[in-house]
């Protein structure tokens, strides 16, 4: 049962309204139902205690044989739909939301077990004996013969004079998550934060500077530990296992792990089963250093003696000293405002949840915003948060508001640099925000004067706006059910999530711009080192990137016998990028003019910056770069600066490279300097239809022709092979291209007829081409495109620069046949006649629509081009893309493109085919239709009502319809016998045209294979041999494995093979071979006669490119499971067969392997079968 | 093994090759049974399962090795499952009495059958006992799947040349079947004329119409005709006031208020499967 929002802690209108207006109607309408039925008997009861037990009221209609109101309408159901659907996105959402709470709750068992640990605990820690005013001497000599050592940071405390001690802490309380009730079961386990305070006579007044508070505490965890573990063996406790482990990534903050092992696990106090860890803070009684000292902007560590240099600012030093003082505060404020929220608990587990599987955390490598800032977020605003104190949440809000409410804010407000949010923690004062920032992200809470994104840096400030903006795209929708991305699925895959990472080595040791100023603002070398690349990254190609996060790979945990981690020479830095796409590949960085200062601007690009003058004429500071085929821009750029500022020698290394490599290069002039998005060969090929077209509506025809639409690949910039002039060879060098005349009454109404008469126009056509023009062109019997009509003609034409093209006639009439053919066919061959329309369909109607849409698509998304290529090179070398219709598998490649979801629009390559591959390897097509809208504004956020209004975006009632178009399939068809992918879009809403036909073995195999290769990835990441991995077919999986002669057809597909001593354009085809026909791929002649007298026995599978760089190929065979068994002879039996026993036969795979062994004659070069 | 269900089972050799051993191929072969066209159906052999791309030539070199005196004369052949019921031409086209000749004098055969029809009866005879005979003996005929054709490079240029059609024989051929088209559609409308001109008992003359159909059977509710039907009940709407009478509105209400629950009733429920699905595990 839902609890309601009680309407007396409204205290805002909209609020109140909404719900008073629902409750009038409510009333109204239970009335009305119960006017009507005055036949039935009234029951109203109070207090039936079915189902109700929050004690509203509850109104029954009790069902009497012969009324015509049979539903039952209970008043609370109705006041529950009611409710969640205003108060929850919808129904769905908020039965969603309870649902996935409950899943994560923690479970009641492992509590409890873990609660009995912790009380024993807290008795053990009591038993700790003090040891007071010692000298750092008698430490060290304390620890000397002992197992533990003090986790003292960095720089080690000698000769000081102040004193150690331990006594009985002030404090052991449990704080954190687990203390609020907030904390649910989590992949990596949990940990539960005890808070041991140390005692106040243990400080002097001082000792938040230089370190000195640390090092007490540090001495406090280590006697602690010490005492703990001699402690947990006298009791017997041997499955405890500790360690040190740094807070939240703080190297000022060690704190003790306890985990339990699976030693001993009889013992009722051995938790390991639970997952849980506890963590033993150790903190600093409240407000015993005087916060103002400690401002972000103070320093606290001196340095120098000499006072006349200014010493910089201290901020993490001081944060980490605040937040120690904070524990127990923090868990008061939190609960206070648990207590006047209802929701807020569910809000803080929403936000815990969405942040978890999105890889974000408290601790500076997961970004520095976990759950704590988040519930400290959601308490400030519902204190406020608006620049006059207005008040962004509501205590009435539901769960799902709040956590809306708090995302919108992260998504809309700059907290860095436009200004900051501040709030109180000890009182009710409202929370404002206040316009001017301090160019780092800021909450600042005034009461203990600490600034709670400490952690935060810039880069991963920006990383969380991103997050919250696609999150509010995605709360926002209102036709898809966006919960699954929302909350369900994992996105904090690196390879998903960045467009691509670059990684390098620095050794901190050989750096001496880490400097003793450097080491007190920054504490350890990698913020320094991640913040130098950041600020770099920042100045030198922010506007190229959405976002970017350095990381190091560095641990946090540490033996207790150990002062510190042990780390190695060098430092391992990854740097993930998101990549703006529209800006990645420009060319130009335009600094300071002519006149301005540019002082700075030249001394970060050093040689590189130059003074130009432009096309608009201003003169102005500026670098220029060059593409690549394999390297991006910014890799370039990147390469560059910090070759530049970090390291002369620096080594940068990025799967990027690797994957755009793989790309077949178009053998065209300098084509290794030209970028991934380059369009050049498309466009070539886009010129030469446009010459043709200008000729062909030129005509003198009986039948002037009114429009010539492309329907190819090529002409849609996704062909597997860029178009190159000449390349004969290439299975996308005839272009398709749809001729349709004007329109006439006079075309004959039978098929056979009307294809003649089209030949007769092709004919002319020919006629006046090869007497008027250079183009060469001749007629073509197609027996392929549509089955069953063999009268179809084309007209294929080879024009002067080396393109081919490919005329097909549609007319008027040509549907209203099909269509016909169907109507008039018996019942049985309904099907057949169905899937014969389809076909015509696909190629004279659906395939122009889709070039159309794909073209406009393709210059939009300018990544989409040459991932749909790689792709389709995946499927090649995976032996797929055969069966597969070229249209099918461009919309499947459009799904991260269109809707990218909780990430970017792909901008890389490698991201975009992951991110695919991804998406297959996770598509229950059995269940999930495909439905897109490929309307969709490249950002998506433009929601104004006009703009929604005039674009063709797809509607509820659109989606709807294909998806019950969906739902009609599958009920037919549960399992996806015939149809497995159901791929919908505006301009096909039946969501079959290119899907129908594929076997289903293959169909399996593309899912499969794509898990295979999503496994492959998350084991051994994007390395050189799992990228040779990914794209090598395993031929153990087929039946039998044919391999062909080499055939040399690499060149004359247009392919400049990468391995050839030749950098450049290879002159070798400038010219039609004299006969067309020998330089066509025998193999795809030889698998299509082989399937055709094989269908239903055998499914024939071969690379449609034999482009290789040896040029060979293979077919492979896999036997149709059903025709496997033996069976009863009969004259229909329809394969090769050799008798058994009486009238059984089985199938004789040896004849049809030694048959087709000699019809491929001298093309096998080899054959192995199961 | 020599008869299966009243065929003749005779087998071929298929000769070794450096990645195979020797195999066999089966043919079940009986006498040609069917009253359509007898004549050439008595001097007809039917074969269940035909070697691979078995053409006329290479099925006359068997006959001559076994039978030489039995001359071939043509072979029908279905190895590429062919549906002899679809004929696109005739469903298209109302210039075809269905009744007249059935559905043409074409062969019908299942898939993977062939008939070899020999130059008489006797010679079908002949080569029938001689294959039994050829079945009890112990020397196997050696198929050759391709007979004597060339390499199968070549072929398969070939076969890509052979798709690209002659201007002159295409533009005869053109002609030729739009003549004959012409005059079956003017035997037609003749007809048809006819007809028109006939006035019944009643005093009513035929009317004939196209007939015409739509996508909707085959590719599902398109929005096309979802959006006429919005557009239809706007109309509609407008006439009447919706809101004028208590009624109505309480009507209107109570209408919105069962949809609600029941869309609130499927929501549970779909939230139900969902769980067992366990789709709720985030992790």
Redesign the interface.
């Known amino acids: 049962m839902v609890k309601r929002t009680r309407e007396d802690s409204i205290d805002a209108e909209r609020d109140s309204k909404k719900t008073a207006l629902s409750k009038t109607?409510?009333i109204?309408?239970i009335a009305?139902?119960l006017e009507e039925g005055s036949s039935m008997s009234e029951e109203y009861s109070s207090d039936d205690d079915e189902d109700d037990q929050q004690g509203g009221k509850e109104v029954h209609n009790a069902n009497q044989a012969g009324s015509k109101n049979t539903?039952s309408?209970s008043a609370q159901?109705?006041q529950?739909?009611?409710e969640?659907?205003e108060l929850f996105k919808?129904?769905?959402f908020k039965?969603?939301i309870d649902?996935?709470i409950?899943?994560?709750r923690l479970k009641d068992n492992k509590v409890a077990k873990i609660e009995k640990f912790l009380h024993k605990l807290y008795d053990l820690i009591q038993e700790v004996p003090e040891f007071k005013e010692k000298s750092i001497d008698q430490v060290e000599s304390w620890f000397r013969d002992r197992k533990t050592t003090v986790p003292f940071n960095d720089p080690k405390p000698t000769n000081v004079n102040y004193k150690f001690g331990y006594g009985k802490p002030e404090n052991v309380s449990i704080v954190g998550s687990f203390g609020l009730k907030t904390a649910i079961q989590?992949?990596r386990g949990l940990s539960v934060d005890v808070n041991v305070t140390m005692p106040a006579d243990l400080f002097q007044q001082k000792d938040y500077l230089n370190y000195r508070a640390l090092h007490k505490r540090a001495f406090y965890l280590g006697y602690l530990t010490e005492n703990l573990r001699k402690i947990f063996k006298r009791e017997n406790l041997n499955f405890i296992k500790l360690s040190y482990h740094y807070l939240h990534g703080d190297s000022l903050t060690p704190v003790l792990k306890i985990r339990a092992t699976d030693d001993d696990l009889n013992s009722e106090l051995n938790f390991n089963k639970t997952k849980f860890a506890i963590n033993i803070l150790v903190g600093f009684p409240f407000g015993i250093f005087d916060s103002k000292k400690l401002l972000p902007n103070k320093n606290c560590i001196r340095v120098q003696k000499d006072e006349e240099i200014e010493l910089p600012a201290t901020p993490l030093y001081n944060s980490s000293i605040l937040s120690m003082t904070t524990y127990d505060h923090y868990l008061k404020f939190l609960y206070k405002t648990k207590k006047n929220a209802e929701q807020f608990k569910e809000a803080c587990i929403l936000g815990r949840?969405w942040l978890?599987?999105r890889g974000l955390g408290t601790s500076i490598e997961d970004g520095g915003f976990g759950h704590f800032e988040f519930a400290a977020l959601t308490a400030a605003l519902l204190n406020g948060g608006g620049e006059q104190g207005n008040k962004i949440l509501l205590n009435g809000f539901s769960s799902y508001q709040l956590f809306k409410g708090v995302i919108k804010y992260l998504a809309t407000e700059n907290l860095s640099t436009d200004g900051y949010l501040q709030f109180h923690s000890d009182s009710a004062d409202v929370s404002k925000y206040i316009k001017g920032g301090f160019n780092t992200p800021t909450l600042f809470d005034k009461t203990t004067k600490i600034n709670l994104l400490h952690r935060v840096t810039r880069s991963s400030y920006d990383l969380l706006v991103n997050h919250a903006k696609k999150t509010l795209v995605l709360l926002n929708d209102v036709v898809k059910d966006r919960f699954?991305p929302l909350?369900?699925k994992?996105s904090n895959q690196e390879y998903l999530k960045f467009d691509y990472t670059v990684e390098l080595n620095v050794s901190p040791a050989e750096d001496d711009s880490f400097g003793p100023f450097e080491k007190i603002t920054n504490l350890t070398y990698e913020n320094y080192i991640s913040l130098k690349i950041a600020n770099v990254l920042r100045y030198g190609v922010g506007e190229r990137l959405v976002g970017f996060k350095i990381s190091c790979d560095r641990v946090n945990e540490f033996e207790i016998s150990k002062r510190k981690p042990h780390y190695s020479q060098d430092l391992h830095i990854r740097i993930g990028l998101v990549i703006d796409p529209q800006e990645a590949e420009k060319l130009v960085i335009k600094g300071p003019s002519e006149t301005e200062d540019s002082v700075q601007f030249r001394s970060f690009w050093g040689p590189k910056s130059s003074l130009r003058r432009f096309k608009d004429g201003t003169i102005v500071h500026s670098v220029i770069w060059s593409t690549d085929f394999k390297s991006p821009v910014v890799l370039t750029i990147l390469k560059y600066l910090l070759q530049r500022h970090v390291k002369e020698n620096i080594v940068l290394e990025s799967e990027i490279v690797r994957f755009n490599g793989l790309l077949p290069m178009p053998n065209l002039p300098s084509s290794t300097k030209q970028s991934t998005l380059s369009t050049v060969a498309f466009n070539g090929l886009r010129n030469s239809y446009d010459e043709l077209y200008r000729i062909l509506i030129k005509l003198e025809l009986p039948l002037a022709i009114k429009s010539v639409l492309p329907a190819s690949p090529g002409l849609r910039m996704t062909s597997q092979l860029q178009p190159v002039p000449f390349a004969v060879s290439s299975k996308d060098f005839y272009n398709d291209l749809v001729v349709q005349f004007e329109t006439s009454v006079k075309w004959?109404?039978?098929?056979?007829?009307l294809e003649?008469?089209k030949?007769?126009f092709l004919?002319k056509i020919?006629?006046i081409l090869s007497k008027e023009t250079a183009y060469e062109s001749?007629?073509?019997?197609?027996d392929e495109t549509v089955p069953?009509?063999f009268d179809i003609?084309t007209l294929n034409i080879l024009t002067p620069e080396g393109y081919g093209f490919r005329i097909r006639i549609l007319t008027e009439r040509d549907e209203?046949?099909?269509?016909?053919?169907?109507?008039?066919?018996?019942k049985?061959?309904r099907q057949?006649?169905?899937s014969?329309?389809?076909k015509f369909n696909r190629r004279y109607q659906g395939s122009v629509t889709h070039t159309r849409i794909i073209s406009s698509i393709a210059h939009r998304f300018q990544y989409y081009s040459p991932t749909v290529r790689l792709f389709k090179k995946w499927l090649d070398d995976q032996l797929l893309l055969s069966h597969f219709s070229e249209e099918l598998i461009e919309l499947i490649a459009l799904q991260p493109f269109v809707d990218p979801s909780q990430y970017n629009v792909p901008a890389s390559v490698s991201n975009g085919f992951l991110r695919i591959l991804f998406f297959i390897a996770h598509w229950n097509w059995k269940e999930e239709p495909l439905i897109m809208d490929m309307s969709k504004t490249p950002d998506g956020e433009d929601d104004s009502e006009i703009v929604s209004k005039l674009s063709d975006k797809l509607s509820v009632?659109?989606y709807q319809?294909m998806k019950?178009?969906f739902d009609?399939?599958r009920k037919q068809d549960p399992q996806g016998m015939k149809i497995q992918f159901f791929v919908a879009t505006?301009s096909d809403?039946?969501?079959i045209?290119w899907s129908h036909g594929i076997p289903l073995p293959i169909a399996a195999r593309l899912t499969a294979l794509s898990k295979v290769a999503v496994q492959l990835i998350n084991k051994s990441g994007l390395g050189e041999k799992s990228t040779r991995l990914l794209f090598t077919p395993s031929l153990g999986d087929y039946d039998f494995v044919l391999k062909l002669?080499t055939i040399p057809l690499a060149i004359s597909s247009g392919v400049l093979p990468s391995s050839s001593s030749f950098k450049n354009l290879i002159v070798d085809a400038q010219s039609y071979p004299k006969?067309i026909?020998?330089k066509?791929d025998?193999?795809a002649?030889?698998v299509k006669?082989l399937s055709?007298?094989l269908?239903?026995v055998v499914i024939f599978s071969t690379h449609t490119q034999t482009i290789s760089e040896s040029g060979e190929n293979i077919i492979t065979g896999l036997f149709v499971p059903s025709k496997m068994t033996q069976t009863k002879?009969?004259?229909?039996?329809?394969?090769?067969?050799?008798?058994v026993?009486?009238?059984d036969?089985v199938i004789?795979k040896?004849?049809?392997?030694?048959?087709?062994?000699?019809?491929?004659?001298?093309?096998?070069v080899?054959?192995?079968?199961k | 093994?020599e008869e299966?269900?009243g065929?003749s089972?005779v087998p071929v050799e298929?000769?070794?090759?450096q990645?195979?051993?020797?195999?066999?191929?089966?043919m079940?072969i009986k006498k040609h049974q069917s009253n359509a066209m007898k004549e050439m159906a008595e001097r007809s052999l039917?074969i269940?399962?035909p070697?691979?791309?078995c053409t006329l030539s290479t099925i006359r070199q068997f006959f001559k090795s076994i039978a030489s005196n039995s001359l071939v004369e043509n072979l029908f052949i279905n190895?590429?499952?062919l549906?002899y019921?679809?004929?696109?031409?005739r469903?298209?086209?109302d210039?075809y009495d269905d009744d007249k000749d059935g559905q043409g004098s074409l062969v019908r055969l299942?898939?993977?059958?062939a008939i070899v029809v020999f130059v008489d009866k006797s010679a079908c005879s002949l080569a029938m006992s001689k294959l039994k005979k050829y079945c009890k003996g112990d020397e196997l005929y050696s198929w050759?799947?391709?007979g004597d054709e060339t390499?199968?490079?070549i072929?398969?240029?070939?076969?890509?040349?052979d798709?690209?059609?002659s201007?002159e024989e295409?533009?005869a051929e053109?002609?030729l079947?739009?003549q004959e088209?012409e005059k079956r559609?003017a035997k037609s409308i003749e007809e048809l004329g006819e007809m028109k001109t006939l006035v019944d008992e009643d005093g009513f003359t035929m009317v004939v119409g196209?007939?015409?159909?739509?996508?909707r059977?085959?590719?599902?509710?398109?929005?096309g005709t979802?959006k006429v039907k919005e557009i239809e009940d706007k109309k509609l709407k407008r006439k009447e006031k919706a809101d004028f009478y208590r009624f109505q509105i309480?009507e209107k209400?109570?209408l919105e208020?069962?949809e609600?629950?029941k869309?609130?009733r499927d929501?549970?429920e779909?939230?139900k499967e969902?769980?067992e699905k366990k789709?709720?595990?985030?992790?």
């Open positions: 109607d409510l109204e309408t009305s139902n539903k309408l159901e109705v529950i739909a009611r969640t659907a919808s129904n769905i039965l969603q649902e996935l409950k899943e994560v989590s992949p949840i978890l599987q699954e909350f369900l994992n004959p109404d039978e098929l056979s007829a003649k008469v030949t007769a004919l020919q006629e001749h007629l073509e019997k197609d069953y009509n003609t209203v046949l099909y269509l016909r053919a169907i109507e008039n066919s018996s049985e061959k057949a006649l169905e014969i329309y389809l009632q659109a319809s019950s178009n009609v399939l505006k809403e039946s969501g045209l002669k006969d026909a020998t066509f025998p193999i002649m030889l006669n055709s007298k269908q239903g002879f009969k004259a229909q039996i329809g394969y090769n067969v050799k008798p026993q009486k009238d036969v004789n040896d004849a049809i392997f030694a048959e087709i062994l000699q019809y491929a004659g001298d093309l096998v080899g054959f192995e079968s | 093994m299966v269900k065929f089972v298929l000769a070794q090759s990645w195979n051993k020797k195999a066999r191929h089966y079940f039917f269940v399962n070697p691979f791309a190895d590429e499952d549906d019921d679809i004929n696109l031409t469903l298209t086209s210039l299942p898939n993977g059958t050759r799947v391709c390499a199968t490079s072929r398969m240029a070939k076969a890509y040349r798709r690209v059609l201007p295409t533009s053109v002609s079947s739009l088209f559609e196209k007939n015409r159909k739509t996508k059977g085959i590719l599902g509710k398109m929005s979802s309480r209400k109570k208020m069962n609600l629950l869309k609130f929501d549970q779909r939230i969902l769980k789709r709720f595990r985030p992790y």
